[in-house]
């Protein structure tokens, strides 16, 4: 994460955000969905501050980005993009599931919690929680079938064994080692119910085509990882990525250029450039999009606990 800058001394602070609904039939209109709250972000003495940006101070966590009210923007409309790219939540078969009532769902890294209430919504008749390692979710304006809290998976699931029908976790390739990924995976399996599903979302780091593009994919192994998972699936979908692709391409452009801007001090500095020329760097990746016809790939994968 780099060194961190002097954190100043505040009291508890509340930030306010205000979003204003909209339709689900219109993930990318210019307005959200998910209504007006107060987020306790708890004391300074939580964080780190670097280059102005705000991040988790968490000893025994990889997750790089911040925690902060532009990194929640992003994720909000990260939840769009994906939806409207996949068409729906979620792949796995749970729709009867959470219908009935009574199920009751995990989401881990909930982030601002976007996801999660679309589907407590959806399925007002189930109980769903949502954890992340940094208090960013809603405190106050939520569905009455949802709650949230904080915890790191790496310190274990603050859970019984076998409490959950569906368990849920996102974008959180990069979060883990590949040990601790085993670790991860198996704690999933240990809070899921015997039948219960565990459906994980990635995609791949950066959009391919004949570029100078590395690679990284989230492979079906981690779900393997444990003896206790059956029935194990993967989907995956394809989204044409830049401004060639017309809006959703151009989203999903904009969308890792506010990654790139965020690690502008970081990266500058491994590339050994200047700001101004990191910034121009990034403008050439955009136009490289274009010329190479780049392409984003998603995937989702699920099992069912023996």
């Known amino acids: 994460m780099g060194n961190c800058f002097c954190k100043p001394k505040s009291k508890l602070r509340k930030s306010r955000r205000r979003l204003q609904p909209s339709s689900v039939g219109s993930p990318l209109s210019d307005t959200h969905l998910i209504s007006g709250d107060i ?22 966590s990889k997750y790089l980005l911040p925690c902060d009210d532009d990194e929640l923007d992003r994720l909000h409309f990260q939840h769009y993009i994906c939806r409207y790219i996949w068409k729906r939540n979620y792949s796995a078969p749970v729709k009867e599931r959470l219908g009935a009532g009574g199920a009751h769902v995990l989401d881990v890294g909930c ?7 679309e589907m407590a919504n959806e399925f007002p ?5 949502g954890m992340d390692i940094s208090p960013v979710f809603p405190r106050e304006t939520k569905p009455d079938n949802v709650n949230f809290m904080e915890a790191n998976l790496l310190d274990g699931l603050p859970f019984e064994n076998d409490s959950f029908d569906y368990i849920h976790m996102r974008f959180l390739i990069t979060a883990f080692s590949k040990s601790e990924w085993v670790i991860a995976i ?7 119910k015997v039948g219960g599903i565990i459906e994980i979302v990635e995609d791949e780091i950066e959009p391919r085509n004949d570029g100078p593009i590395s690679r990284l994919l989230f492979s079906a192994y981690l779900l393997g990882a444990t003896e206790r998972l059956t029935d194990i699936k993967k989907e995956e979908v394809t989204a044409q990525f830049g401004k060639w692709a017309g809006r959703v391409g151009t989203l999903l452009a904009n969308n890792t250029g506010q990654l790139f801007r965020t690690f502008r001090a970081r990266f500058s500095s491994i590339l ?19 010329e190479f016809k780049a392409y984003s790939v998603g995937y989702r994968f699920w099992a069912t606990k023996k």
């Open 125 to 129: 008749r189930s109980h769903f929680t």
């Open 272 to 290: 050994e450039l200047e700001t101004d020329e990191y910034d121009k760097l990034v403008e050439a990746w955009h136009q490289e999009l274009i």
């Open 111 to 117: 982030g601002p919690g976007t996801w999660l209430i």
């Open 39 to 60: 987020l306790d972000y708890g004391s300074n003495d939580g964080y780190r501050f670097i280059g102005g940006r705000r991040f988790h101070n968490v000893g025994n």
């Open 186 to 192: 198996n704690e999933l399996v240990r809070v899921a």
